[in-house]
């Protein structure tokens, strides 16, 4: 007899199949007892007949509780009312485990006590969910990349320098010196793409952020491209039709899982290259006239984001940011020397920036008096400093943080919900 998965169990009716899972609820009335199992692939309902088991095995069944450790044998039939069009006619049942008081029931339990557990917590149906969204947003992430000619490189995570600013650093000890978690792969990205073209470093990044919001996790994980011989605008091209296949490909790839969190995935089919580019100013405008408290050469706060993002159904860019906001390595705008070749991307529906990136500075002289300006030492940055010496060129990229990304997709009201084990301010447990 088969050991199967239950996703697979429509290929396999009308056959005796051997199942190995838990249990995630019972039933029963008399001469027969419901058992819906999970097996971590997927949900079958098995039923026990009297007639089909032995006494003792039929009586074992009321030993069972929820999130018991089982295998089931039986009988697969098509049932066109029942989960997945599947059902078991079950002839064997061996318990493996009686779990008692299992701490997550059906009731409704806070935020935080299902954190405490999270460990189990992720064996409910919507942390399953949207962990298995996450599982084929990184495969579709990556499948992008692959065919569009990059190469993965991967990149350090202890690190003797900053990236991003020095004020959400994480230092460590390293032997009798001192190294910092990336906050970024962005500058061994800059060193990849002049030996490999296009590439793409993606890996877990770390931001000592002392804010406590539904945005900011301290460990994230993050997909970085970088292109030589590309500017702004093809970097923002390249950034558009990404997301727009991410989009897609969750669209096609996703429907029970996004039915489980009773996300409406129209607007997601509405994510469709180009998408709009405003312009710094432009932004600027429109929330001084709305009233944010924003002001003009500033950086946007969690309130100005989500006024913008609601004024669209699509994802946006905001290009040209002042160069005092962004990271020592951005380009300067010819146009407007305060400003920046940069670009964040903007989800709809409220979300806010899910991407950082833009054109970086090219030329040594300015990259120089840049480093200054952001009180970084030289002596950190020579190894970057090199490329602005040995064929240097115009070159772009950008930052997609992969759980920011996946809050907007899944619709969630906080970023935690989106990893497995979050890293926050105030919770490093489990
Ligand atoms: O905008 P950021 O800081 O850009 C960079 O790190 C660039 N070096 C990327 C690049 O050009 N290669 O971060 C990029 C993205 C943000 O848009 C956001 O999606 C995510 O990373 N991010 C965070 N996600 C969760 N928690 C945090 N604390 C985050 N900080 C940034
Ligand atoms: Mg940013």
């Known amino acids: 007899m088969e050991t199967i998965l239950i996703k697979h169990a429509k290929e396999f009716i009308g056959q005796e199949v051997k199942l190995q899972g838990w249990v995630y609820n019972t039933r029963s ?37 929820q999130e018991s450790s089982v295998i089931v044998t039986g009988r697969l039939k098509e049932e066109p009312r029942g989960l997945g069009g599947v059902e078991l006619d079950a002839t064997g049942l061996e318990v493996l485990q009686i779990t ?3 701490p997550i029931t059906p009731k409704e339990h806070g935020d935080a006590y299902l954190f405490d557990h999270r460990h189990l917590h992720l064996r409910s149906s919507r942390p399953y969910a949207i962990l298995r969204i996450r599982h084929q947003l990184i495969k579709a992430i990556r499948d ?15 690190t003797p320098s900053a990236c991003e600013g020095t ?3 994480f230092g460590v000890e390293y032997f009798d010196t001192k190294a910092y978690l990336t906050q970024s792969g962005q500058l061994y990205n800059e060193a990849n793409a002049m030996a490999f073209r296009k590439v793409y470093c993606f890996g877990p990044t770390f931001r000592a952020e002392k804010s406590k919001t539904r945005r900011h996790l301290i460990e994230f994980w993050m997909v970085e491209p970088e292109m030589a011989f590309c500017d702004l605008k093809q970097n923002m091209e390249v950034a558009e039709k990404f997301v727009e296949y991410i989009a897609q490909w969750l669209v096609e790839h996703c429907k029970i899982e996004f039915e489980t969190l009773e996300r409406d995935i129209e607007p997601l089919k509405r994510v469709k290259a180009p998408f709009p580019r405003i312009h710094y100013k432009e932004a600027a405008k429109l929330l001084e006239n709305a ?6 050469g500033g950086d946007f706060g ?34 407007d020397p305060t400003l920046s070749l940069s670009c964040d991307l903007l989800a709809p529906e409220g979300y806010g920036e899910i991407i950082g990136g833009g054109q970086r500075e090219e030329d040594i002289n300015r990259l120089l008096s840049q480093l ?19 064929g240097s060129v115009p070159h772009s990229g950008f930052g997609l943080g992969i ?28």
């Not at 199992?37 to 009586?59: E, H, M, V």
């Not at 004024?311 to 300067?332: C, E, G, L, R, S």
Request: proline fraction near 6%; include cysteine; hydrophobic fraction near 40%.
């Open 29 to 65: 009335s008399g001469k027969v007892k419901f058992l819906i199992l999970r097996d971590g692939t997927g949900y079958l309902q098995t039923i026990f007949f009297k007639g089909n088991l032995d006494d003792q095995t039929f009586s074992k069944f009321d030993l069972l509780t």
């Open 100 to 102: 008692q008081n299992y």
């Open 144 to 158: 992008f990349f692959d065919k569009n000619d990059f190469t993965l490189v991967d990149t350090p995570i202890f």
């Open 167 to 169: 004020t959400t650093l």
């Open 291 to 296: 009233g944010t408290g924003f002001i003009y």
């Open 302 to 335: 969690a309130p100005d984001e989500t006024f913008l993002a609601n004024k669209f159904d699509k994802p946006f860019f905001i290009t040209n940011f002042p160069m005092a906001v962004k990271a020592f390595y951005m380009k300067q705008d010819p146009e």
């Open 372 to 390: 200054e300006k952001h009180h970084l030492k030289r002596e950190d940055f020579e190894w970057y400093l090199d490329l602005r010496k040995f």
């Open 403 to 430: 759980e920011r990304t996946l809050t907007w997709l899944c619709k969630l009201d906080h970023i935690r919900d989106a990893v497995p084990y979050p890293r926050m301010l105030y919770r490093m447990r489990p």
